[in-house]
Every structure is written in structure tokens, then in C-alpha cells.
């Protein structure tokens, strides 16, 4: 893997992604709407397009040919199918970035046959209108059916970090630290996450591998909703204030019904060795609390 397009890649994982592959010496592009600065400086060539927007995808990309393509910004199955069409005879592999939102709640770590997307019937024609976890089956479905490229589909729990920008676990540690309500119907139901550094260390392993299909990628190990909040309040010395219902602003996006995580046996098989939750976990929410107002 020598030359890489990434579109999207100017935050969050995607961002560490970029400055992972340059660390590689891998020769990066990437694809924005030019609309969030970079810090990346002459190290990456830049690319200005909407993606939604197929002829000024196809005018931008002009002739080149890239290695690998990384797609971290793709929801619809319209995406998916431009994306199919624009990248015909211009990449070897295409990664694209999924979710556990594609697996139902509850049961075992979910596997990748639990949803195959090779077998996953197509509608005529696509909804106008789609929610985040069936416009994700979606994708899946549209790459490895109708991609004459090889495919991977990276199906990521949530994402943390410092750099969140949806600032997921920071809702939660602030929410202790300020002393505000807290609304998780299950405190008890077992989630899987992954760290920012290491969701892009995966990503740049999986372009230099054989891996194809749909692989999931989590650290190891689960916790539950009541151990991170045991953390939180260690963390802050404040006790949580939990409610199974509370207005919609103060209500958990953790708070799921059901236990919810997954197993990785197919990319550990592959090589790919993940952190321990419970290694980085801790800390990251120490450093989230010691950036947290407290009332």
C-alpha cells in the first residue's frame, strides 16, 4: 500500500488515520469539502468535493488510481453506489466504515455472519428516508454485492477519545460532575468500545492485509453502563444521579436496552492484536474529568 485516498479525514479517527499512514510513508490524498482546516500541512495532497455530488467527485478525482480507498463518511446506499461507480478501475481495495448499529440488541458478541451483506436482499428502489443502523446494512450490502474491487467493512462500536467530537463519554462525566440526572434504562447491559488511536491503527493495518468483507474491530472486553459510571464517579468524587427516564437532553447515548458488543476473532486470526478496554478506559475517562466543571 503506497498511495491512499481517504474521504472524509479531518477528525477524529480519521484524522489520526491520516497522520498514521503519513508516519508510514504512505502517500496520502484526501477528499473534503474543504470545509474543516487540517493540520497536515505539505504532507498530504488535498482534494475539494461533495460526495453526494457525483460529477464533481468524478471532475476532482480526474484519472487517478489509488491502492487503497478509505471511506469513513458513507451512510446511504445512493453513496455507496456512486462511490461503486466512481472508483471502478481506480482502486484495488475499498474500506469502508461500519457499525455495531448494524447487529440487533442482545445475545452473545455478535459475529460478522450474525448479518451477511452478501445475501442481504436490495430494495427497488432505495428509501428516500433511512435511520443510521438499516442505511449502514445498506452499505455493506452495496459494496460486496456490486464492487468489482475488493472490500472490507469495518464494523467499529463506539469511538472514543479525548478529541470526540461527539463528545459521547463527555456528556456522561460531565453529567456526574456537575451533579445532573442521568437516563439509562439498563445500568447493567455490557457494551464494547474502541479508542480514536487504535480505530486508526486498525484501519492502517487493514489496507496493508488480505483481509476482505465484513470484520469487526473492538478492543477487548466489555464493561457496563454502572462500572463506567463507577469510574466517572471515582474519577470526579462525585455520585451519579440515575434515572431510567429523564427529559431527552439528560438521557445516556450509552443507554441501551441490552448487552451489546462483539467478538474479533476473524481480524485477531488475521493478525491484528486489540488493546485491553480495561488499559485505557480508566485514564481517558480520568482525563475527561479533570477537563470537567464541577457545580
Known amino acids: 500500500m503506497t498511495k491512499v485516498l481517504i474521504i472524509g479525514g479531518t477528525r477524529f479517527f480519521g484524522k489520526k ?81 461500519s457499525s455495531l448499529s448494524i447487529y440487533p440488541f442482545g445475545g452473545s458478541a455478535k459475529i460478522e455472519s450474525d448479518y451477511d451483506p452478501y445475501s442481504y436482499t436490495l430494495p427497488e428502489p432505495y428509501p428516500a428516508k433511512i435511520d443510521y443502523a438499516e442505511g449502514k ?17 469495518v464494523r467499529f462500536p463506539v469511538v472514543l477519545g479525548l478529541d470526540d467530537y461527539t463528545r459521547r463519554l463527555h456528556f456522561h462525566v460531565e453529567h456526574v460532575a456537575q451533579g445532573l440526572p442521568l437516563g439509562i434504562p439498563n445500568l447493567n447491559a455490557e457494551l464494547s468500545f474502541i479508542r480514536s488511536d487504535e480505530a486508526a491503527e486498525f484501519l492502517a493495518w487493514l489496507g496493508r492485509s488480505n483481509l476482505e468483507g465484513p470484520v ?59 488493546q485491553r478496554l480495561d488499559d485505557w478506559l480508566p485514564e481517558l475517562i480520568r482525563e475527561i474529568g479533570d477537563l470537567s466543571p464541577i457545580m
Open 17 to 97: 488515520l491520516v497522520e498514521q499512514l503519513i508516519r508510514d510513508g504512505v502517500d496520502v490524498t484526501i477528499i473534503t469539502r474543504g470545509q474543516t482546516p487540517d493540520s497536515f500541512g505539505n504532507s498530504v495532497k488535498r482534494l475539494q468535493a461533495d460526495r453526494t455530488d457525483q460529477a464533481a467527485m468524478q471532475l476532482v478525482l480526474g484519472s487517478s488510481t489509488y491502492d487503497v480507498v478509505y471511506d469513513n463518511i458513507c451512510y446511504t446506499p445512493q453513496e455507496a453506489e456512486t462511490a461503486v461507480e466512481l472508483f471502478t478501475g481506480r482502486t484495488q481495495k475499498y474500506i469502508v466504515t
Open 137 to 153: 446494512r445498506l452499505v455493506e450490502a452495496v459494496f460486496c454485492q456490486k464492487a468489482p474491487f475488493k472490500v472490507a467493512a
Open 216 to 274: 469487526n474491530a473492538t478492543s477487548n472486553g466489555v464493561t457496563s453502563l454502572g462500572e463506567i459510571l463507577s469510574l466517572i464517579s471515582e474519577a470526579t468524587g462525585q455520585q451519579p444521579h440515575v434515572l431510567t427516564e429523564t427529559d431527552a437532553a439528560d438521557m445516556s447515548p450509552f443507554g441501551i436496552p441490552e448487552t451489546w458488543f462483539m467478538n474479533t476473532a476473524k481480524a485477531e486470526a488475521a493478525g491484528f492484536r486489540f
